[in-house]
């Protein structure tokens, strides 16, 4: 598998979830995606960029072109130094928070992903990857 | 941080969104119109997102909480617009917006508050005023 591009985008406050956001709709489009995988992909991008700013003190976003074969497909990986989660078991349930959320971002980002990878423990950070290829549902 | 601005034509609040939004200028937006729900005695709300190509829960939230906050305070809220693309997204992120009327663009969007405009009660209370 080829990476074609990588970009970094800093996290540190609510301006810089915009700012994911953007940086993940222009890749996705240079990879061709269309308009509900674009939307997907951004959407989920927004709820993770969240959390590190909510929960994770801020972190990093990178956004990696994939070309695996014929395949093109767009990964994320979000990564803070914050306190991690104890439980992701039940981080990742639909409706729990330990803030005022919905409790809606974890889960709605792995349904929104092809592949969804959470590696988090307290006191270690939190990263997760996801992706999502080009032309699958 | 952007302010979104709120027009006011006859008893409802006219907001079209433009921007894409942070979570700040959100929660401003939320406030900015509960403010002037009653101060205007608004009866209607109709929140334009047709520009919006992302509603991601926080923003998602916003719109819930708009339109209960308008419910209690006596007024209608109609969203109006939302891409298709952005619907889709909404179900598997799983954010229903149950609470929410929604309406296909401006204009039967307008509809539906013309509806809540023409009660005569409300005609009549307003003249008290
Ligand atoms: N990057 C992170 N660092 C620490 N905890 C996190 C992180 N992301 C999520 N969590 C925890 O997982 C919970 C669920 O997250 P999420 O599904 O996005 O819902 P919400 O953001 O509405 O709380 C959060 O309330 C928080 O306790
Ligand atoms: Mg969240």
């Given at each position: 598998m080829q990476t074609s591009s990588t970009e970094v985008v800093q996290v540190g406050g609510g301006g810089d979830v915009v700012?994911?956001?953007?940086?993940?709709?222009k890749a996705a489009i240079d990879l061709g995606f269309s308009l509900v995988e674009q939307t997907k992909?951004?959407?989920?991008a927004s709820e993770l960029a969240r959390n590190m700013v909510d929960?994770?003190?801020?972190?990093?976003t990178t956004i990696e072109s994939l070309l695996d074969g014929n395949r093109k497909g767009l990964r994320l990986i979000f990564k803070d130094d914050g306190p991690?989660?104890?439980?992701v078991q039940q981080a990742l349930r639909d409706g729990f928070t330990t803030g005022s959320g919905m409790g809606l971002g974890l889960g709605g980002a792995r349904r929104l992903s092809n592949e969804f990878e959470i590696d988090s423990a307290p006191g270690k950070g939190t990263r997760i990857a996801i992706t999502r290829w080009k032309g699958i549902v | 941080m952007e302010r979104i601005p709120i027009l006011k034509l006859g008893k409802c609040l006219i907001v079209s969104i433009q921007v894409d939004m942070d979570d700040g200028t959100a929660?401003?937006?939320?406030?900015?119109l509960t403010e002037k729900i009653v101060r205007h005695r608004a009866k209607g709300v109709l929140i334009d997102i047709s520009a919006l190509d992302v509603v991601d829960s926080f923003i998602g939230r916003m719109l819930a909480n708009t339109a209960a906050m308008a419910h209690v305070l006596d007024a209608e809220t109609v969203v109006v617009g939302m891409q298709p693309s952005v619907a889709i997204t909404l179900v598997e992120l799983g954010l229903s917006l149950?609470?929410?009327?929604?309406?296909?663009n401006i204009e039967k969007g307008m509809e539906?508050?013309?509806?809540?405009?023409?009660?005569?009660?409300?005609?009549?209370?307003?003249e008290q005023h």
């Open positions: 700012r994911v956001r953007h940086a993940v709709r992909i951004v959407t989920a929960y994770g003190g801020g972190g990093t991690g989660i104890a439980d | 929660i401003t937006l939320q406030d900015d149950k609470g929410i009327r929604s309406a296909l539906l508050l013309r509806g809540i405009d023409d009660v005569p009660e409300l005609a009549n209370a307003d």
